[in-house]
């Protein structure tokens, strides 16, 4: 106990949370607690296994920068593959040692006068000298209040919640929604034998492509002797996506000609390959591309247009008994319904009865607006990190780099701490404010406030992404300034 060796709580033992445990522990502390609310490790790839789940960005991008992996079977697998790596990793980093399961974090609350936390699961209390949320950001399903839900008498669950003793074949399989998740789950229910799918739509999508390819065996023991070809992938891939979101978020003449070049090519792909005008006007989105989240598929198109798909562009009105009923009066009579309508990407480390200095709850912090200073800082959370917090999604970047960045921006401060050159680790109210206010004055620049309705933007069109490009972000995260920090002895 101590400064240099902090008692530590990390809520969530998904990507994120591993990755803090091997990095904390690498720096030589011992006290770690990681506190995960299920029977195992894996965030978001033990919670989505519905049929087709897998990773969009390449698997050797979507890779720790210090556990490479040679034997990823393709180069977009899937999500139990994706589960496997991290159960792996954290025997192979001595982390498991640290996780205790079905411990749901219910409270946290900070003690200014012992400079605590005190963290609270059904089974007891914590004690931290520094509290990370892992708690993800695509976690807690959004469901909209469909009148009638109740009442539907077939199946219907979220993706999220994948009811796998339902039987599919032969069924009349209703999907809600056209997002990430949607396209990667209707190729596999229209191939499923029997299966009637109806996909209502409420917004279309614009679509990159990339096709999946396994590697070959012969490949595999290449890229284990010569690991500099996974390292080059996974450097192509995020320059690929970096240029990607300057073209989306940046105002320079290349970034524009790029984003008409990705638009362009995005049009061109719906008309390669989408043949019926009838169908392929109701796939048009009508904002521009990159707005919403792009969708990286290559099977989507192609599943749309089977005989057995049909896509519904009518509003919901109601759910009845034996199916959805749509504004314009139709039935469409369906035994399974799958909501495949994402997540709330801004409830963070909640339900949680979180609480800061003097009492303060996250609440009332967020009354106004939810933000963190470089996405982790809250003045009034002493030694609280926030990972993957508001502002740190950034385009179809792989989210590893992004928490990886945040990590070692992190281990920083900790390190100055430790060292007692920072009284606390607590941002001051002046930088929350500022960074807001730049957050708010890019992004009115920005695609993303080019009029779509998106999971990118709050309700004030405030953004919730990182709406800079992706070097700015490495730039910001590169080193504190510990000018935005609360200093030793100010205020005490
Ligand atoms: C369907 C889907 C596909 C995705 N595909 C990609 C992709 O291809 N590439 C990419 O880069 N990203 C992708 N993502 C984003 C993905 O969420 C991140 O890549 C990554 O998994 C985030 O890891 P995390 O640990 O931060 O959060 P999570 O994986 O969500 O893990 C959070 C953990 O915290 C635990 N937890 C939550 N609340 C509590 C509590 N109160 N008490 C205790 N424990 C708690 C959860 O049980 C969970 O284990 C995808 C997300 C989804 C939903």
């Given at each position: 106990m101590g400064r240099d060796n902090p008692g530590v709580v990390i809520i969530g033992a998904g990507m994120t949370g591993i990755l803090l445990a091997i990095k904390l522990q690498e720096a030589g502390i011992t006290d770690i607690t990681v506190l995960e609310k299920k029977e195992s490790i894996g965030g978001t790839w033990r919670e989505n296994t519905y049929p087709g789940v897998a990773c969009d960005v390449p698997s050797h991008a979507y890779t720790y920068s210090f556990a490479p992996n040679p034997d990823w079977s393709s180069h977009f697998p899937a999500g139990a593959e994706i589960h496997q790596y991290f159960k792996d990793i954290i025997e192979r980093f001595d982390v498991a040692k640290f996780i205790r399961y079905n411990e749901p974090v219910t409270a946290c609350a900070y003690d200014d006068a012992t400079r605590r936390w005190t963290v609270t699961t059904e089974r007891g209390d914590y004690e931290a000298d520094l509290l990370f949320s892992a708690t993800g950001i695509l976690h807690q399903p959004k469901i909209p209040g469909f009148p009638g839900r109740d009442t539907f008498t077939g199946h219907c669950f979220h993706t999220a919640r994948w009811d796998h003793s339902v039987a599919l074949a032969g069924k009349r399989i209703g999907i809600i929604g056209t997002g990430s998740t949607a396209c990667q789950v209707i190729p596999e229910l229209v191939a499923m034998p029997g299966t009637d799918v109806t996909v209502f739509q409420r917004t279309p999508q614009w679509t990159a492509y990339m096709e999946d390819r396994p590697f070959a065996d012969w490949e595999k023991a290449r890229f284990a002797r010569q690991p500099w070809r996974m390292q080059l992938i996974r450097w192509l891939s995020s320059f690929v996506y970096s240029r990607g979101t300057a073209a989306l978020a940046g105002?320079?003449?290349?970034?524009?000609?790029?984003?008409?070049?990705?638009?362009?090519?995005?049009?061109?792909?719906?008309?390669?390959?989408?043949?019926?005008?009838?169908?392929?006007?109701?796939?048009?989105?009508?904002?521009?591309?990159?707005?919403?989240?792009?969708?990286?598929?290559?099977?989507?198109?192609?599943?749309?247009?089977?005989?057995?798909?049909?896509?519904?562009?009518?509003?919901?009105?109601?759910?009845?008994?034996?199916?959805?009923?749509?504004?314009?009066?139709?039935?469409?009579?369906?035994?399974?319904?799958?909501?495949?309508?994402?997540?709330?990407?801004?409830?963070?480390?909640?339900?949680?009865?979180?609480?800061?200095?003097?009492?303060?709850?996250?609440?009332?912090?967020?009354?106004?607006?939810?933000?963190?200073?470089?996405?982790?800082?809250?003045?009034?959370?002493?030694?609280?990190?926030?990972?993957?917090?508001?502002?740190?999604?950034?385009?179809?970047?792989?989210?590893?780099?992004?928490?990886?960045?945040?990590?070692?921006?992190?281990?920083?401060?900790?390190?100055?701490?430790?060292?007692?050159?920072?009284?606390?680790?607590?941002?001051?109210?002046?930088?929350?404010?500022?960074?807001?206010?730049m957050i708010r004055e890019k992004v009115q620049h920005t695609v993303w406030a080019s009029g779509c309705d998106s999971w990118y933007l709050d309700a004030d069109g405030d953004a919730l992404t990182w709406p800079f490009t992706w070097n700015k972000w490495v730039a910001m995260m590169a080193a504190p300034d510990f000018s935005d920090f609360v200093a030793r002895d100010a205020g005490d």
């Open positions: 105002d320079g003449v290349f970034d524009r000609l790029t984003h008409r070049l990705m638009a362009w090519n995005a049009r061109k792909l719906l008309r390669d390959a989408v043949t019926d005008p009838a169908l392929r006007e109701k796939l048009t989105p009508d904002y521009q591309f990159g707005c919403k989240r792009v969708v990286i598929t290559s099977r989507f198109y192609d599943a749309i247009q089977q005989p057995n798909a049909h896509l519904v562009t009518e509003g919901i009105e109601r759910f009845e008994p034996s199916g959805i009923r749509t504004q314009d009066g139709t039935l469409h009579e369906l035994d399974i319904v799958v909501l495949a309508t994402g997540f709330d990407p801004t409830a963070f480390m909640r339900p949680m009865a979180f609480r800061g200095s003097g009492g303060l709850s996250i609440e009332q912090a967020w009354e106004k607006k939810i933000t963190a200073y470089r996405s982790m800082f809250l003045p009034g959370f002493p030694n609280f990190f926030l990972m993957l917090g508001p502002n740190s999604p950034i385009g179809n970047q792989s989210v590893i780099e992004i928490s990886e960045t945040q990590t070692r921006f992190a281990l920083q401060l900790v390190d100055e701490w430790r060292a007692g050159r920072l009284d606390r680790i607590e941002c001051t109210p002046a930088a929350v404010a500022r960074w807001a206010a």
